[in-house]
């Protein structure tokens, strides 16, 4: 399977026959970041409704939509064209002299902050030496994450939900969200 298209179509057409929660890239036989790409464009072209990702890894699926449905059942007639994207990269230094806060650069939710990234470290250790089940994968998740605000504010927001099973780390998430505002 090479281009993108085959791999969206692969994914659309496929995403509600899997029978195990989360839905996880390996179920298609792709990589995480191109399984995230194509469940993002999916949710951009409104064709699955808005899920969520899961801390230990893998995306929760929460249906397709009406013109998702529509899509499936006239793929037969009906080819979708996708434009393979270009990337664009750009690279902006930041040089902070005195910083009483945190710093964004560029418009990729980047954070900078020497408090943050000890916020962040206490945080994986706490994390680390907790009986928190499937902890590796989520020190790996949020570490993935650490660089883009809003995808570690969900990774944060999702931790927080499974309750008594994080009580010990509540308030490094805390002490980090309050960071992140």
């Known amino acids: 399977m090479s281009s993108?298209?085959?791999k969206y179509n692969l994914v659309i057409n496929n995403i509600e026959s899997i029978n195990e929660f989360p839905v996880k890239a390996s179920h298609f036989n792709l990589l995480d970041k191109e399984f995230k790409g194509i469940i993002k464009q999916l949710e951009y072209d409104g064709l699955i409704e808005r899920g969520q990702w899961a801390v230990t890894g893998g995306y929760i699926f929460m249906g397709l939509t009406f013109d998702g449905r529509n899509f499936i059942e006239n793929n037969d007639s009906k080819e979708y064209h996708k434009i393979e994207k270009t990337e664009i990269n750009?690279?902006?230094?930041?040089t902070i002299e005195t910083n009483h806060?945190?710093?964004?650069?560029?418009n990729n939710n980047e954070i900078n902050n020497s408090e943050f990234n000890q916020k962040f470290t206490q945080l994986i250790q706490e994390i680390q030496s907790s009986n928190i089940e499937n902890r590796n994968q989520i020190i790996q998740e949020l570490t993935e994450n650490k660089e883009d605000k809003?995808?570690?504010?969900?990774s944060l927001g999702t931790l927080l939900t499974r309750g008594a099973e994080v009580a010990t780390v509540i308030p490094a998430i805390g002490a980090l969200l309050g960071m992140l505002g």
Do not use: D, S
Request: no cysteine; charged share 5%.
């Open 90 to 94: 750009h690279n902006n230094t930041l």
């Open 150 to 154: 809003t995808a570690l504010q969900l």
């Open 101 to 106: 806060g945190i710093a964004v650069a560029g």
């Open 4 to 6: 993108m298209n085959e």
